[in-house]
């Protein structure tokens, strides 16, 4: 069982940034970000695989990034240029396929809280 912890959550105005952070337990080869909005389904925000390989959501290109440090078991998402649109608790996942389609992961943190004002 592969345990996973996400920090780095909070409120800030349209145009700022955040950077959350997620560490495991154990290694796996991809890791992820996920949102999920109020009355939305949970999508998938950007992967990343061992060899550092990324995929992201049209959403996010350009202003998101993702990356991983796979000695200390952490993976990073950077967020710049935030938007309204973006409010959602985001979670880290963790599995065996880089994919944006959540149903691919097997392990998941328990969410953080991002808000973004207008």
């Known amino acids: 069982q592969v345990q996973l912890v996400e920090s780095g959550g909070g409120s800030v105005q349209a145009g700022g940034s955040l950077r959350l952070s997620c560490v495991e337990s154990?290694?796996?080869?991809?890791m992820g970000w996920f949102r999920q909005a109020p009355g939305k389904e949970r999508e998938g925000v950007a992967v990343?695989?061992?060899?550092?390989?990324?995929t992201y959501a049209d959403s996010v290109k350009g202003r998101f990034t993702i990356s991983r440090d796979i000695i200390k078991n952490t993976v990073w998402l950077q967020m710049n240029d935030l938007k309204p649109e973006d409010s959602a608790i985001y979670y880290c996942?963790?599995?065996?396929?880089?994919?944006?389609?959540?149903?691919?992961?097997?392990?998941w943190g328990s969410g953080t809280q991002v808000t973004v004002a207008s």
């Open positions: 996942a963790a599995g065996t396929v880089r994919t944006l389609d959540s149903r691919r992961f097997e392990y």
């Open positions: 154990a290694y796996t080869y991809n």
């Open positions: 990343i695989d061992s060899g550092d390989r990324t």
